[in-house]
DNA sequence: GCTTGACCTCAAGTGAACTTGAAGTGGCAG
DNA sequence: CTGCCACTTCAAGTTCACTTGAGGTCAAGC
């Protein structure tokens, strides 16, 4: 199997060099040997990387990233947590959902104020109709440590 | 109408003062008048900061989320854009989704390792099936500034 | 009139996720 | 053998979204 050097993986995944040095030091990724200094990468980074690119969109951090999907730990992470992430994925998905249908009502209606629009105030009120006023469970946890009181 | 103070507001919002001072700044919201020192808000604050919850959760920055909602913006918005969000929208709840199944999967799957698991290298391909290697086209632009080339 | 306490401002600090810069290394083409 | 250049390390810098701390204000209650 061919081993990439990092200026190959970053052309083929949209990744910077300095990111990629970053993930490995966090343990996202690794490089499976050196050839003299420079990191040779397996293939398959390439699916790790499009794997961490979802997690970022899903709004985890690298640390809760590499706990799922980080080398050799997937083994022993248990299968309740994962599910439980898949279930804060499912929230999100909802609320996704409804400011996309904000954001699409806003386009079409002509309201001068859409603060008055019953259509608007009740599309908003639609995500919040979940957990009460936390929206972001488990996820980020840099912002909710302090704010989910 | 009855207007509320910042506590107030923090405390039916789950939003820390400090954030909202924080907002006002960067005008996403305002406070209708003073009294004394004390900012009064009005309570379809509590609406617009659902919003802010949501474009956070979108992982608009604050900066967009205050050009799709901050004050007075929002007659200028050309319905195009929002459009265009809505649509940028749609495509991270297909990114979601597929992270969502691949979560589930892997609580499932008892492979040893999943990277050779082809239904889990299925799920990781639908993501990237769109757009090429970009996943989030206009949204938070800190990262894909660079990386989008 | 004095105290209380929730508010105020402003500057500096924090953490995440990188980027940038400086100085160095080393495989390979010529 | 030389020089190139893509890589290397490490420290410091950057941006975002806040938080924290110090010192100050003021409406209200006793």
Do not use: N, W
């Not at 081993?3 to 490995?24: F, T």
């Not at 499976?32 to 040779?40: D, K, N, P, S, T």
Request: with cysteine; net charge positive.
């Amino acid at each position: 199997m061919e081993l990439l050097d990092i200026g190959e993986v970053s052309a083929r995944s949209g990744v910077q060099p300095s990111a990629l040095r970053y993930y490995e030091d966090a343990g996202l990724i690794a490089s499976v040997r050196r050839h003299g200094l420079r990191r040779q990468f397996a293939p398959e980074v390439l699916l790790q990387l499009k794997l961490i690119a979802m997690g970022k969109t899903a709004g985890f951090s690298l640390h809760e990233i590499a706990g799922m999907f980080g080398q050799s730990e997937l083994k022993e992470l248990p299968r309740a947590v994962l599910r439980e992430r898949a279930d804060a994925i499912d929230r999100q998905i909802d609320e996704l959902t409804a400011l996309r249908d904000t954001l699409r009502h806003v386009a079409d209606c002509a309201a001068p104020s859409h603060m008055e629009c019953p259509t608007f105030r009740r599309l908003i009120d639609m995500a919040g109709r979940r957990g009460g006023k936390r929206s972001k469970p488990a996820l980020s946890s840099r912002q909710d440590s302090k704010q989910g009181g």
